[in-house]
Each structure stands twice: as structure tokens, then as C-alpha cells.
């Protein structure tokens, strides 16, 4: 396992040579990305990025919202510990009407904007016990559902299994920044420190269209429980990168697990820029080493990496997920 001073030694290389990383990153992603009508999922089914961790995915009417975080806490106000709550001007400009919002964990870029879909739209917000404390300090407990592990939910034509999971260990491979659970009092109190990690999931979708079920794995977090994981053979793997060099082996130990078709890269950007902005990467990512990492385990599996972002305006007519071509 690696040491604490090796992941310090490696990172302050990282901040050294950022630049180059960077560039590097941007080439590969640019490599990577598939056209907005490129996704390799079946008619039907419409799965969209929303940045960070967040998809839209959408099928026969019912969209199901996946971490979403639109409304972004910049460096400042996290370092001066300001409130972060969710933008209702941001929400209806990049997020698409939902009936469920799905939680992996309650770190602040996975989870602050839940509550705001939640009170625009009446969807129901799945997760851990955090997540309902979260929901219930926007007076909106009863649209919190806290989930048991393995146990399957239904979302019109999605079915939904919570699998227990872990986050990736960021401080120098010792401990998860902002562990345990929410427990402020108020929403004033809600600073991104106060997001804490909470129960953390592997999120497993399966939904059924005409030519068959199709299914989806989710890791917000770049760890597993690999006995906890059940499913096998998926078809397409929302896999977050960032943080994965904390944990030893892990793209090797998580495709093996899972054995997915097609890999779709995520949490690979700044969370703290805003989205309409130009993107950057979040410190450390490494993005280039990404495929051959996914190649060592098998050439079959497919690596894409998704179109940014883009209004939900611009999405295509019935609000169903996949941008329009011309976004």
C-alpha cells in the first residue's frame, strides 16, 4: 500500500508539472469525447452528463437525476466557510425536470442541489441517512426515501439498487475529508465543510426498453466493497476518476468486479468552476493514464469520455436527456 509521504511526494510532482498534466488531460478528453447523439445506449434510453459526478437519465417520461451539482461553490466562499444551498436560476438553466434524484454520498459537490429539484419538481431524493437529514433541513422530509442496501426501487421504467460502497481515502490516503454524517441544525448552517461524506453507495440502474433490460453502474467515488457488488456484465460503467490513486489498484479491482462494456469518465473536472465556463480538471486527476489503466484489464471495454455540459434548454424536444446535435 502506498504511503502517506509517497501520495505527498506524488502530488507536489502533480502541482510542478500541472501545466503539462493539464494539457495532456485536455487531449486525451478530447480524444475521448463522443459526440452528443454518440452514446452507445439503445433507443429509448437517453443518458446525459451534468458535470462532476452528475447524469440525467431518461426513459418513457421518468427521469432520474444522479448527483446532480449545478449550483457551484467557488474556492473563496469554501475557504470563508459561506452557506451553499442550491441556485434556483442555475437548476432551471442546466437541469431538466426529474422525478427522482439518486445520492452516491453527501460531500457538497455531489449533493447540495438535490433539496432544489426536490422542491421544483416533487421528485423523490434516495439515499443515505445524511441525505435524509439534508432533505429534512429543507423542510422537505417526506420526499426523502433512505435506502437499504441491495434492496431494489422502482422509477417508472428504472430499477434502482443501493450498493454499499466507500469514498476514496483524499487525505494523502489516510482518511476521507468531511467524514461521518450531517448533523447541522438549520440550513445556515450549511457550509461546504458541513456536507459531510455520509453513507456512500455504488448506485446499480437497470431499465427495461423494447429490446430488453440495460443496465448502468454509478461510482461517484473512486472506492468499492467488492464483495458488496452483485452485478456483473453491465452495460455501461458512469465511472468517477478522481481520487482513484488513494486507493490501491482500484481500476483494475473495480472493472474486474463489474465487467463493464463501455466506460464513460467523469468527476474528472473542477467542481469549483462554474458551468458555462471554460472547464478545467480537478488537481491530481491524471486523466491520460485513464485508458491504459482500463486497457491493462481488457481492450474490450470501451473508454469514452462524455460532451460537456450544456443548457437544458438545448436538450432535444420531450426534455429526454441526450443535447440536441447542434448544442
Known amino acids: ?8 511526494v506524488d502530488l507536489l510532482a502533480y502541482a510542478r508539472t500541472r501545466h503539462d498534466h493539464d494539457r495532456r488531460d485536455r487531449a486525451v478528453v478530447d480524444d475521448l469525447t463522443i459526440d452528443p447523439s454518440g452514446w452507445n445506449v439503445p433507443d429509448g434510453l437517453d443518458v446525459t452528463w451534468l458535470g462532476v459526478a452528475g447524469f440525467a437519465l431518461s426513459s418513457q417520461g421518468t427521469t432520474v437525476l444522479i448527483d446532480p451539482y449545478v449550483s457551484r461553490v467557488s474556492v ?12 434556483p436560476t442555475l437548476l432551471d438553466r442546466w437541469v431538466p425536470r426529474a422525478d ?36 429534512r433541513l429543507h423542510g422537505l422530509g417526506d420526499q426523502a426515501c433512505r435506502v437499504e442496501p441491495h434492496r431494489e426501487y422502482r422509477i417508472g421504467p428504472f430499477a434502482v439498487t443501493f450498493v454499499p460502497s466507500r469514498h476514496s481515502r483524499l487525505l494523502l490516503g489516510r482518511s476521507v475529508p468531511n467524514g461521518g454524517e450531517i448533523t447541522c441544525e438549520h440550513v445556515g448552517a450549511l457550509n461546504p465543510q458541513a456536507y459531510r461524506c455520509g453513507d456512500v453507495w455504488g448506485i446499480h440502474v437497470r431499465v427495461e ?25 453491465v452495460n455501461l460503467f458512469l465511472c468517477g476518476i478522481a481520487g482513484r490513486q488513494f486507493t490501491e489498484d482500484y481500476t483494475r479491482r473495480i472493472l474486474e468486479r463489474i465487467a463493464p462494456e463501455q466506460v464513460v469518465v467523469s468527476h474528472h473536472d473542477d467542481f469549483f468552476v462554474p458551468l458555462g465556463e471554460q472547464p478545467a480538471f480537478a488537481f491530481g486527476v491524471d486523466v491520460e493514464r485513464f485508458p491504459s489503466e482500463v486497457a491493462a484489464v481488457s481492450r474490450e471495454i470501451q473508454v469514452v469520455s462524455p460532451p460537456p455540459p450544456v443548457p437544458a434548454a438545448q436538450w432535444s424536444a420531450g426534455g429526454e436527456g441526450t443535447p440536441s446535435g447542434d448544442g
Do not use: C, K, N, W
Open 1 to 8: 500500500m502506498t504511503s502517506p509521504t509517497r501520495h505527498l
Open 209 to 233: 426498453l423494447a429490446t430488453g433490460p440495460y443496465t448502468i453502474y454509478h461510482q461517484g467515488s473512486a472506492d468499492l466493497i467488492e464483495d458488496e457488488i452483485r452485478h456483473r456484465g
Open 100 to 135: 427522482a434524484v439518486l445520492l452516491g454520498h453527501t460531500h457538497f459537490d455531489h449533493s447540495v442541489d438535490a433539496p432544489g429539484v426536490a422542491r421544483r419538481d416533487g421528485a423523490t431524493v434516495y439515499g443515505g441517512t445524511s441525505a435524509e437529514h439534508l432533505m
Open 76 to 87: 473563496g466562499d469554501s475557504l470563508r466557510r459561506r452557506r451553499a444551498l442550491p441556485d
